[in-house]
């Protein structure tokens, strides 16, 4: 079973920053896609940056510009460095990882980290 342990978040003004890490256990030789999703309280969980199994890289618009995703320890640890925080980036910050084919396709979720950023 896939382990995902999020770290690195915390409360910190608007225009400060924050480095979030997930470090990924247990992924076997299969391919993954890493994904970063966040969810604010009353609002639906959205994608926030991902790394695709084949090294490509998307992010919302809502995060370009300010936050990178990055994979420094091959897909052992992914990293969210968030730049130029909004009080509109507090959330809950997950980390995902999709297994594909051609192993048997799983979705596998973090705990969250929680991300405050005051005005």
């Known amino acids: 079973q896939v382990e995902l342990v999020e770290s690195g978040g915390g409360s910190v003004q608007a225009g400060g920053s924050l480095r979030l890490s997930c470090a990924a256990s247990?992924?076997?030789?299969?391919?993954?896609?890493m994904n970063w999703y966040r969810q604010a309280p009353g609002k639906e969980r959205e994608f926030v940056a991902g790394?695709?199994?084949?090294?490509?890289?998307t992010s919302a618009d809502s995060v370009k510009g300010r936050f990178t995703i990055s994979q420094p320890n091959a897909k052992k640890t992914l990293v969210l460095q968030m730049n130029n925080l909004k009080p509109e980036d507090t959330a809950m910050y997950y980390c995902?990882?999709?297994?594909?084919?051609?192993?048997?396709?799983?979705?596998?979720w973090g705990r969250g980290t929680q991300v405050s950023v005051s005005s």
């Open positions: 247990r992924l076997g030789g299969c391919p993954y896609d």
């Open positions: 995902n990882a999709r297994k594909k084919p051609p192993c048997t396709s799983a979705l596998f």
């Open positions: 790394i695709d199994e084949d090294g490509t890289i």
